[in-house]
């Protein structure tokens, strides 16, 4: 009988004979391999709402966990890939089903007794691929962390090379159209502009139907089982089978979780708080909001998005025309904003044409700018460009912005055929942009249905929500569009967990205090909620970092003190003071040439700060 966490080969799922892992296959490296570790996983615990009602029974599984085979990766040799196998449907284990979990890992390189087990990262999303991350981030976080932990992610659920995938389209090409055609709509202020309030309802009419369209696809054509088995809850599970797969369960999990792995993170801590051994989540998000009200998780989320907003303004005024492109003379951070209010404004009654410059062609309009600020606010490294493009738009070029918009996801190029998704080194399914349905299937259905589904049903009373977030941000209505999807999208977990999120509700201790991080001009993560988050799990369990800077996540706006603070957390297991706070320079503002915070640094301090200014361009707005 197939037992979950056999070695996985990665190929077709078929009842196989139980193996183990060959070791000797394996690359050799300074580490030595922990040993395999076989131990009969225990029976999950129920556990209970506060209504009562039961968000997980008795789950009985005996199925064995038997290690995982790490063999060089098929496209990038220096990195480990590895298959592990999990069950489809925790609540109700089949042998015959059971999900592949794609593994990637950037090995360590200190000597063995250096060595800190495994570091498990997630990159957000939902719907961000694990394994991409390691790629893209792997080597430095070995860096921060002295080459001491293995860097290690997967692709969760319904993402990426994890198998089986949900199969909503063929191709991610089918999906990319849908989706193009529902952006190129354009955002209802827009509309409003053009026609006021019946053509805003009208263009969010068309929004709703592009949404029952891609979850019409997922119900006609998509693996219904998997569908239903890609909640946190359940990736949660598969990191308790990772974690025991690696032999680390007893000591617990070491776990850095961006944006909505922070949700992961805090989900993984309050299922199994014994099983914290560090976690640091990195751009809080309201794990409670985002699992029990959809539409209180956008409000949050926008809390302090003008005040990215307004820091790129007034720093553009401050940096002057010679580093910011889009500061004219003396002009202060509201002469510029109200120059830019008037771009928007003649692009409501005019968008531009853009001819063909290499990377796009088409047509700016005024929703593309709110796009384009968006996307910047993400990531003040990238705030020259939007500076730059905006002021070009104004002398009459809208191709850099055309170009900013428009650029190729880090992940990979927008698609342009349809692409077998079995064609790539790994002969396995993989996608290479962005996917919107799988962010939905997951984000979708761990919400609590009953409210996304009365809060806000039709077109028409959506248009309040929507208007309701325009008002607290420059990008509430870009927002809105990704929280709204979840009205329409009826295709519910087998398991969620909606709580308890605080003390209060029942929140067990956790093993070790959790790292919540949170910025103080987030776009998308506010502080607010890092606060909110870390009070509830209280003060034994959780501490806040607070870091005074721009940008998502602490990456965004490199700050050697939090970069020291998150080292020693890893290293030396040193809990900073509820409520630190760490500054990021400003000079990482509209940055002159040659301009550097590290001109009077250690050499290590300087290598720990170039680190993390690396991470920070992996940055990517959802
Ligand atoms: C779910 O939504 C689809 C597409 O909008 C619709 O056709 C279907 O009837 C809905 N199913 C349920 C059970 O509500
Ligand atoms: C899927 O995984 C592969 C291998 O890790 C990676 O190259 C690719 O970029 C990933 N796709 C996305 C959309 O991140
Ligand atoms: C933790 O919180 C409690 C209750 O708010 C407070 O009395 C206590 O002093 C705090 N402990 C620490 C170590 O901050």
Not at 140 to 163: A, F, H, Q
Not at 445 to 472: C, I, M, N, W
Request: hydrophobic letters at 40%; aromatic letters at 10%; one cysteine or more.
């Amino acid at each position: 009988m197939e037992k979950y966490g056999a070695i996985d080969t990665g190929l077709p799922v078929t009842a196989r004979k139980e193996a183990l892992p060959d070791l000797n296959k394996s690359r050799r490296r300074a580490i030595i391999k922990r040993a395999l570790l076989v131990s009969a996983a225990g029976v999950l615990l129920g556990w209970k709402l506060l209504n009562g009602t039961v968000w997980n029974t008795n789950v009985k599984d005996t199925s064995m966990v038997r290690g995982i085979s790490w063999t060089p990766c098929a496209d990038l040799t220096e990195f480990d890939c590895a298959y592990f196998s999990v069950p489809m449907d925790y609540a109700d284990p089949q042998p015959s089903e059971h999900v592949s979990l794609a593994l990637r890992r950037w090995p360590a390189t200190a000597p063995k007794k250096d060595y800190m087990g495994t570091l498990f990262i997630n990159p957000g999303g939902p719907g961000g691929s694990g394994t991409a991350s390691v790629v893209i981030r792997g080597p430095e976080l070995g860096r921060i962390l002295k080459g001491r932990y293995d860097i290690m992610s997967w692709d969760p659920r319904g993402v990426n090379m994890t198998t089986p995938a949900i199969d909503c389209y063929p191709t991610e090409y089918d999906e990319y159209m849908s989706e193009q055609q529902s952006y190129h709509l354009g955002l209802p202020f827009q509309a409003r502009g053009e026609g006021g309030s019946a053509a805003e309802i009208a263009l969010l009419k068309k929004k709703d139907t592009y949404t029952q369209s891609g979850v019409g696809s997922c119900l006609k054509n998509g693996n219904a089982k998997m569908l239903a088995s890609v909640s946190t809850a359940y990736t949660v599970r598969d990191m308790m089978r990772m974690l025991e797969a690696l032999g680390e369960d007893e000591r617990g999990l070491q776990y850095w979780g961006f944006s909505y792995g922070t949700i992961l993170g805090a989900t993984f801590s309050a299922m199994f708080p014994e099983k914290v051994h560090r976690v640091m989540l990195d751009g809080v998000s309201s794990a409670r909001f985002y699992h029990r009200d959809i539409f209180d998780w956008g409000r949050s989320g926008m809390d302090d998005t003008n005040k990215v907003w307004q820091g790129f303004l007034s720093s553009c005024a401050k940096a002057g025309p010679a580093r910011c492109a889009l500061a004219k003379g003396d002009d202060t951070a509201e002469i510029i904003l109200a120059r830019f209010n008037k771009m928007v404004e003649l692009l409501l009654e005019q968008p531009v044409p853009v001819s063909w410059g290499g990377v796009t062609s088409g047509i700016i309009t005024a929703s593309d700018v709110i796009q384009g600020v968006f996307k910047v606010l993400y990531a003040p490294k990238k705030w020259p460009i939007l500076a730059s493009a905006l002021a070009a738009l104004e002398e009459g070029d809208p191709y850099p912005l055309a170009a900013y918009v428009n650029e190729p996801a880090p992940q990979g190029d927008p698609l342009t055929a349809r692409r077998d998704p079995l064609d790539n080194v790994f002969k396995r399914h993989m996608t290479k942009t962005w996917s919107t349905i799988a962010g939905d299937a997951i984000m979708c259905s761990d919400t609590d249905q009953t409210v996304s589904h009365a809060g806000f049903p039709d077109s028409t009373a959506f248009a309040e929500y929507s208007r309701e977030l325009g008002k607290l941000s420059v990008t509430g209505e870009r927002w809105a569009h990704s929280i709204g999807r979840c009205r329409l999208w009826n295709i519910t977990a087998t398991e969620a967990y909606r709580g308890p999120w605080n003390v209060e509700e029942g929140l067990k201790q956790t093993n070790f205090p959790v790292l919540f991080l949170g910025v103080t001009a987030d776009p998308v993560t506010p502080l607010s909620a890092a606060k909110d988050m870390s009070a509830g799990f209280g003060n034994i369990s959780a501490t806040l970092l607070i870091q005074d800077g721009f940008g998502h996540c602490s990456t965004a706006h490199p700050s050697l003190c939090t970069a020291k603070t998150v080292a020693a957390y890893f290293l030396e297991g040193r809990v900073p003071e509820y409520g630190t706070v760490c500054s990021s320079p400003e000079e990482y503002l509209f940055p002159e040439d040659g301009d550097s915070p590290m001109s009077s640094m250690s050499a290590e301090d300087r290598e720990l700060l170039q680190a993390w200014e690396k991470l920070g361009d992996s940055v990517v707005a959802w």
